[in-house]
């Protein structure tokens, strides 16, 4: 019985077989509507190359190419290569990427030349932005000569009905309601500062183990309802 990739495999070869009929047709070297129709077709087939690649794990190896280039066995993808297009299941588990994290000690002059990845995604009404960058100098303000290092990160967003959490490193910040320009901005403190008149306001519940460690926290939305966009 074929697997998956065995059809893959037959799928890639009758392809290039298509390709190269197509790219050697005698019309091309023509003037004429045959020969138009024959470059639409190569044009088509080469997105359905493209296509078909989304699907190829590259789990056969690699080559190398006369240029040097190290291309699937099975697909011709040249490795590394910047991809424009995701195929994801319609059901089903979905993955993009893999999980990176900042990877120099180096202090870069600015943050385009400090990034390592910045990405985001809609799904299903979540919004998740995902920021994986290593230190940079930069300016607080654009008239301060002064520079400040910002330190090397991984930052997670995620935002769902108007509530924000922001994932990094040493905290993770939830933001229940966005600061409007022109509001006098937040106070903070920690809990054990607070005195019980404003700690009875604050719908918290704090869940911690035996060692008094906390290990989650909710917080109830009062007179709120989740709306999903």
Known sequence: ???????????????F??????STH???DKDGTEGKRMGEIYQQLGELWEFL???CPHHEGWRKTREGRKVCKVCGTVRNAEEYWLLLPRKGRKSIGRRVTPNSTETFP???QASILEDSIR???VKV????????????FSKDDHDIAIAAERLVDVEESGVECSFGDPQIHLKLKKHKPGERPPSAAFVFELPKAILKKLPLLVEFNESDEMVGLEVFRCGRGGKGE
Do not use: C, E, I, W
């Not at 077989?17 to 197509?22: E, G, L, N, T, Y």
């Not at 932005?129 to 607080?140: E, G």
């Open 1 to 15: 019985m074929k697997t998956k990739q065995d059809n893959l495999k037959s799928q890639f070869k009758q392809l």
């Open 17 to 22: 077989r298509s390709m190269d009929f197509a």
């Open 26 to 28: 005698p019309s091309l």
């Open 53 to 55: 690649a989304l699907q």
């Open 110 to 112: 600015n943050k385009k």
């Open 123 to 125: 799904f299903h009404g």
């Open 129 to 140: 932005k995902v920021d994986v960058h290593n230190a940079y100098r930069s300016k607080l």
